[in-house]
């Protein structure tokens, strides 16, 4: 791709020149501030950094909102194609044109948008040429918020080429960006499969051994009814020391009674152990401190909380030499001398692999509480703790094996991802001509298998989610 022949120089440092037919405008003369109220029953709406404005579900606490009061007369209506933005995280590209009518915050600036080409307007400015000249006229007033100043906002310059290129642009961007997403999608679609090849690996180990010959015998355990012959049945319970429930504590008071509290939110699960980062310190009684410490390899299992997609009952291994307890979300587990802590985590998570947790479910007010004990009882097949150390540097050799690919192409989708943004910065300021390349007629991606027909919607979506 060649870039076009003519440039003017700009005064601007990270855009420094444009092409010299394209004209140029302040954003006063581009945005019509808007703003409606009183339509609480509209559809509310929000704007984040990634995919501009989105409907915001009124039940999802999770997420990193402000609070939605019970009144939304206050609230200011946006329609389908107006420009929103979120005035203390513009300075991280958190506008867009809106895809419906609803209602936004009002802390929200609204604009009607007087461009004829309100899609290459979209692409352009969501781009990370444009999000510098919000960070300019943005001032910080606490961490991850800074105001924008709507006098220095309207004084921000655009860049407008004719029509007839424009739309050459969207149609080129639109082309190469859903290329590059299913490719995105396809190698995120490989990861899946290795991620799961783990749990393939972990299953096959501790329900049959690694030795692909080994005489099977009939067993009563409900999820493994053929086990190696030498292999012992017993309850899970009768392998372990005792568990015991954490505890959350009081809020941190800097004295001796202060301590590491590991929460679920540290647990690393596609590698059974917990994640390398600063963690939280709560104060605890002087019972719970002698009661309640994690030694290095207990085992800690989400007792409470969870979800349809991630029910409760995930176990990692405490591999810290850190003082530390665990929150009251979080059971945690002793094993005997007699098992490879390791082995039985692994054999704890090959039990939730197949939704053995389930069963001891006790499901209140939406959140999901594990009967640990009674999971505990039940049985599994256990082999010599010789033969549980093989397995356990099998499964690790594997692991580390599949990490080494999985990394490789998580590296691949990160360049993929730094090429997309580069591409459409590149396009939409002119660094890059497109005005003669040949654009399919078609501007989606069409997948001929209706499995996939969610995989369509949802790469569609990125295309229309301009430059993040």
């Not at 105001?147 to 407008?160: E, S, V």
């Not at 505990?376 to 540097?393: T, Y």
């Not at 730094?418 to 069409?446: C, F, M, W």
Request: hydrophobic share 35%; charged share 30%.
């Amino acid at each position: 791709m060649k870039p076009y022949e003519k440039y003017k120089s700009t005064s601007i440092p990270w855009l420094p020149q444009v092409p010299e037919h394209w004209h140029e405008q302040p954003l006063r003369r581009l945005l019509q501030p808007v703003s409606i109220k009183n339509r609480p029953e509209m559809t509310l709406l929000s704007v984040e950094r990634e995919r501009g404005v989105i409907i915001r579900d009124r039940e999802d606490t999770k997420s990193n909102h402000n609070f939605i009061p019970d009144d939304l007369s206050g609230y200011k209506f946006v329609q389908k194609d107006q420009f929103v933005i979120n005035k203390m995280k513009a300075w991280q590209g958190s506008y867009g044109l809106s895809p419906i009518d609803g209602i936004v915050s009002p802390a929200y600036f609204v604009f009607d948008l007087l461009i004829e080409d309100k899609t290459f307007f979209s692409k352009a400015i969501r781009s990370k040429s444009y999000v510098p000249f919000f960070t300019s006229a943005s001032d910080g007033i606490r961490v991850g918020q800074w105001d924008l100043d709507m006098d220095r906002m309207k004084n921000i310059l655009f860049y407008i080429p004719p029509i007839s290129e424009s739309k050459q642009i969207t149609r080129y961007l639109n082309w190469k960006v859903s290329q590059i997403v299913r490719l995105i999608k396809s190698k995120q679609k490989q990861i899946k499969l290795l991620e799961e090849q783990k749990r393939a690996v972990i299953n096959n180990a501790v329900t049959r051994g690694i030795n692909p010959d080994v005489e099977l015998k009939e067993s009563d355990v409900t999820w493994n009814k053929m086990i190696p012959l030498d292999w012992q049945v017993e309850r899970i319970i009768n392998n372990i020391s005792f568990h015991k429930s954490g505890a959350w504590g009081s809020n941190s008071k800097n004295d001796e009674y202060d301590a590491t509290c590991i929460r679920v939110a540290d647990f690393d699960f596609k590698h059974h152990r917990i994640l390398d980062k600063e963690y939280t310190i709560r104060n605890y009684t002087q019972t719970e401190l002698s009661e309640k410490v994690l030694h290095i390899n207990d085992l800690l299992i989400e007792k409470s909380g969870g979800g349809e997609k991630q029910p409760v009952g995930r176990v990692v291994l405490y591999d810290k030499d850190i003082f530390a307890l665990c929150a009251n979300f979080i059971d945690f587990i002793r094993p005997q001398h007699t098992v490879n802590p390791k082995y039985l985590e692994y054999l704890l998570s090959a039990m939730y692999y197949v939704g053995i947790n389930y069963y001891y479910f006790n499901q209140t007010t939406g959140i999901q509480n594990l009967n640990v004990k009674g999971y505990l009882r039940e049985k599994a097949a256990f082999p010599l703790i010789e033969e549980q150390n093989e397995i356990v540097n099998y499964i690790d050799k594997k692991f580390m094996e599949l990490d080494v690919t999985i990394d490789a192409i998580k590296q691949e989708i990160a360049l993929l991802q730094e090429y997309k943004i580069s591409l459409i910065s590149n396009v939409v300021t002119g660094q890059i001509d497109v005005r003669h390349i040949a654009v399919p007629e078609t501007e989606s991606i069409i997948i001929e298998d209706e499995e996939d027909e969610e995989e369509e919607r949802i790469i569609n979506e990125e295309v229309d989610a301009d430059a993040y």
